[in-house]
């Protein structure tokens, strides 16, 4: 490549493809050598597919050689019907099936399996059909389970920022990818703040969306009690609203579907100008359950927003937004869940699943979860239910910032008559509550449970009422590391979301990526061979055997 395009976002090396600025090959190999060349430092990207990406980003490269004769390349990238055609991404190796590329979801019986994927889903065809081009996929706890990235199969991801510290979980392998310059964008999802942590540890954008947003077609439905939701960590919030322009479009069959935006309209509209003047609450939650330096970067987020021009209610949150019974009713759901997830793979491998199959927590979470009756399950249910109706009034869904979006027009008489009721339209909480942790801290088998349920206190609330909520990294820590803070609006607004997250990016209130100490943390990779094996010599692209049913 004619410049250095490792830590531009996809936006501008989609821009720079269709000026002939840089190439997609090029770009590609060099997404390649600096995966290969970082994998014993970080472990990230677990499944390359560098043959098929190279070829890809080849097709790529001479559509938009094709393009520039053509006199079609100029211009907003979005024309082209392929906005980002050529651009490396990262795929999660859980969810977001390919067709014939390893599929383990961090389980060691998967990697004795050699399981691959049997079809395309729904979410990596919307991706490929942007033109994305993956490297490969990324490191995941078994099953996504928790907030560090320590699976027993693959070996823990490290923090590109600082090599002991975690990448969060459970996209961390994804986000490590992204910080550490490999690739601009990858896939994630968040069952519980499964974007958003991992975002806040490596200093990214992570956006969860709404509930129905992104399809789940077509192996899965109602996601783990509805919980869970697919999305991308990304380096800037234009890259976010893109990608979200890209991955919302519903299945046939979908259990949700998130509000429509109109007609003609785009989440990348949401950044074409400052958002009105809205209300945000902030909260830090009880005394302390938020660190100081914690504490410190929600405040700073805070004053910022204030200068901006929006009004700020410090120590307020939802009513019930804490409580215990949140969390012993998600309990509840997580491990049938857990125990259904482990029933249907013994439906497909034709055998029982043993205690030595999956890790010990993982286990013990599913057999918890056989043992409890059908009616418990149902039960909780209903319970989180009524928790997210009372925590929702909170928000007001049809607020002035609706009527300053919108055309007049388009506000429903009725939206229009009340949009003056007393109302909220951001929560700003943390993301972790304290500063990111070490690895083998989440995963030590005594304290490890206690220790992730007490950092991830703000995070589990998104998933249950499944509005969106977006983790930005506005500060950094004693130690130089980022600190995430966290935003939610109301169900299906995701587009204020983006306007005041872009808002901030533009006060300079992120950390940059350039920030990050690279080198310096990452050492030399002939170093590193001595501990672990190349990523060519993890799985390369051998002969594709059969899929399993």
């Known amino acids: ?39 014993p430092a970080l472990n990230a990207v677990i499944h390359p597919r560098p043959e098929r990406a190279l070829a890809e980003a080849e097709a790529s490269a001479q559509r938009w050689s094709r393009r520039r004769a053509d006199g079609d390349a100029l211009g907003d990238m979005s024309d082209t019907g392929v906005p980002f055609d050529g651009v490396p991404m990262a795929i999660k190796d859980l969810g977001c099936e390919q067709a014939s ?114 399809s789940t077609a077509p192996r899965l439905g109602e996601h783990r009690g509805g919980f869970a939701v697919d999305g991308m960590l990304t380096r800037t919030v234009r890259d976010a609203a893109r990608c979200l322009d890209i991955i919302s479009r519903p299945a046939p069959g979908d259990p949700y579907i998130a509000p429509p935006l109109r007609p003609g309209e785009s989440f990348a509209d949401a950044l074409a100008a400052p958002p009105p003047s809205v ?25 910022l927003l204030s200068e901006l021009g929006h009004r700020i209610e410090p120590d307020t949150a939802p009513d019930g937004w804490y409580s215990a019974d949140l969390t012993d009713h998600t309990v509840a759901v997580r491990t ?61 869904p049809a607020r002035e910032v609706r009527a300053a979006t919108f055309p007049a027009t388009a506000v429903p008489a009725a939206a229009a008559a009340t949009r003056f009721r007393r ?23 005594v304290d490890g449970a206690r220790r992730v349920a007490e950092l991830a206190t703000f995070v589990n609330q998104a998933n249950v009422t499944g509005q969106p909520a977006i983790s930005l990294p506005t500060a950094l820590d004693a130690d130089g590391l980022p600190l995430g803070v966290q935003m939610h609006a109301a169900h299906g607004d995701e587009l204020l979301l983006l306007a005041v997250a872009q808002q901030i990016a533009d006060a300079d209130g992120f950390v940059s990526l350039r920030d990050l100490p690279r080198e310096a943390a990452l050492p030399d990779a002939a170093a590193a061979r001595a501990a672990r094996e190349p990523i060519s010599n993890v799985h390369g692209e051998q002969e594709r055997e059969a899929t399993l049913p």
């Open 1 to 39: 490549m004619s410049a250095d395009h490792r830590f531009t976002d996809a936006t501008a090396l989609a821009q720079a493809f269709s000026t002939g600025e840089a190439d997609p090959t090029e770009a590609m190999q060099a997404a390649l050598e600096r995966m290969e060349r970082l994998h």
């Open 101 to 214: 590329e390893f599929h383990h979801a961090g389980a060691r019986f998967l990697v004795d399996l050699g399981w691959r994927g049997s079809l395309d889903s729904h979410l990596y065809g919307l991706l490929r059909g942007a033109g994305l081009v993956s490297v490969g996929r990324t490191n995941t706890p078994e099953f996504g389970t928790t907030i560090t990235t320590e699976p027993d199969a693959y070996g823990p991801t490290a923090n590109p920022w600082s090599l002991d510290r975690s990448p969060g979980g459970s996209s961390g392998g994804s986000a490590a990818a992204v910080a550490a310059g490999i690739v601009p964008v990858a896939h994630g999802n968040d069952g519980g703040g499964s974007i958003r942590v991992p975002a806040a540890a490596c200093g990214l954008v992570g956006l969860k969306p709404t509930r129905g947003r992104v």
């Open 279 to 303: 209300h945000i609450a902030v909260s830090w939650g009880t005394p302390g359950r938020a660190s100081q330096p914690v504490r410190r970067a929600v405040e700073q987020a805070a004053t």
């Open 336 to 396: 049938v869940g857990m125990a259904a997830e482990l029933t249907g793979w013994a439906e497909r491998l034709g055998r029982p699943m043993t205690a030595d199959d999956v890790e010990p927590a993982n286990w013990w979470s599913a057999e918890l979860g056989r043992s409890l009756p059908a009616a418990a399950y149902v039960g909780a249910l209903e319970e989180l239910a009524r928790w997210r109706r009372r925590v929702m009034a909170f928000w007001d």
């Open 423 to 445: 109302g909220f339209d951001l929560l700003m909480t943390p993301v972790l509550a304290d500063v990111t942790p070490t690895l083998g801290c989440l995963s030590d088998p």
